[in-house]
C-alpha cells in the first residue's frame, strides 16, 4: 500500500514537500515515482528513484523537484521548490519498474493522490 499526503494550498514561489509511505513490499529493491494529473490532462511522470538511488526528472520541474528515499522509513518524498501555477494537479506516488539505465518502463501499484493548488 502507498500512501501519499503533504499536498495543500501554496503561494507561487513556495515551497511543498510530499510524502508516501510504502508498506507490503521490499521497500529498498523497489523503485519509486511520483506522477501528477492535472484536470482534464493525462498523468505524467515527475520523478523517480530506483533503489540504487538513480534519480530522473522531467525538463518541466527538472531543478526545482528533488525525490529522495528514507528506506529505514519506507517512505518517499518529493521537494517541490519554485511552484508554479502549472504544477497544480493531484500528486501520485507509485512502485514502477525501471530499466537497467534506469528508466521507467511501467507502474507496477498506486497511491492515493494528494492534491496540490499553486494560487495567490
Known amino acids: 500500500q502507498l500512501q501519499a499526503s503533504g499536498g495543500g494550498l501554496v503561494q507561487p514561489g513556495k515551497s511543498l514537500i510530499l510524502s508516501c509511505v510504502v508498506s507490503g513490499t521490499g521497500f529498498s529493491l523497489e523503485s519509486l515515482a511520483w506522477y501528477r494529473q492535472a484536470p482534464g490532462q493525462q498523468r505524467d511522470l515527475v520523478a523517480w528513484i530506483t533503489h540504487q538511488g538513480w534519480t530522473g526528472y522531467p525538463d518541466s520541474v527538472n531543478g526545482r523537484f528533488f525525490i529522495s528515499r528514507d528506506n529505514a522509513n519506507e517512505m518517499v518524498n518529493l521537494q517541490m521548490n519554485n511552484l508554479k501555477p502549472e504544477d497544480t494537479a493531484v500528486y501520485y506516488c507509485?512502485?514502477?519498474?525501471?530499466?537497467?539505465?534506469?528508466?521507467?518502463?511501467?507502474?507496477?501499484?498506486w497511491g492515493k493522490g494528494t492534491l496540490v493548488t499553486v494560487s495567490s
Open positions: 507509485a512502485v514502477v519498474n525501471t530499466s537497467q539505465t534506469g528508466e521507467v518502463r511501467g507502474v507496477r501499484s
